[in-house]
Nanobody, 125 residues
Framework: QVQLVESGGGLVQAGDSLRLSCRTS????????MGWFRQVPGKERESAAA???????DYADAVKGRFTVSRDNTKNTLYLQMNSLKPEDTARYYC???????????????????WGQGTQVTVSS
């Protein structure tokens, strides 16, 4: 059974940093593309960052230069380092994994099969 479990969220001030973790089980973290998505109430879930099996990365314009996605295959964990946080980064952040080794378009929610429950990030001004 595949499970994705996020952690590391919290309440921080603008300008602070956070690192989110997504521990995976039942699958290998580098076997398919994985991504971080975020969602605020009343809005659609949107892509923040993603990483391919080869280590290529993709970022939303809103987080480019501030967020870094990475993975540790030895720990079977995906990470999202978030620096210079802004109030508009406030959202619930979800870890997701595609189901096949072929990498589908990274920033499309429906291309991801496995999802975690999310972790809340709140940035105060």
């Amino acid at each position: 059974q595949v499970q994705l479990v996020e952690s590391g969220g919290g309440l921080v001030q603008a300008g602070d940093s956070l690192r989110l973790s997504c521990r995976t089980s039942g699958r290998t973290v580098g076997s398919t593309a994985m991504g971080w998505f975020r969602q605020v109430p009343g809005k659609e879930r949107e892509s923040a960052a993603a990483i391919t099996t080869q280590g290529g990365t993709d970022y939303a314009d809103a987080v480019k230069g501030r967020f870094t996605v990475s993975r540790d295959n030895t720990k079977n964990t995906l990470y999202l380092q978030m620096n210079s946080l802004k109030p508009e980064d406030t959202a619930r952040y979800y870890c997701a994994a595609q189901a096949q080794a072929y990498t589908y378009v990274l920033n499309i929610t429906t291309n991801y099969f496995y999802w975690g429950q999310g972790t809340q990030v709140t940035v105060s001004s």
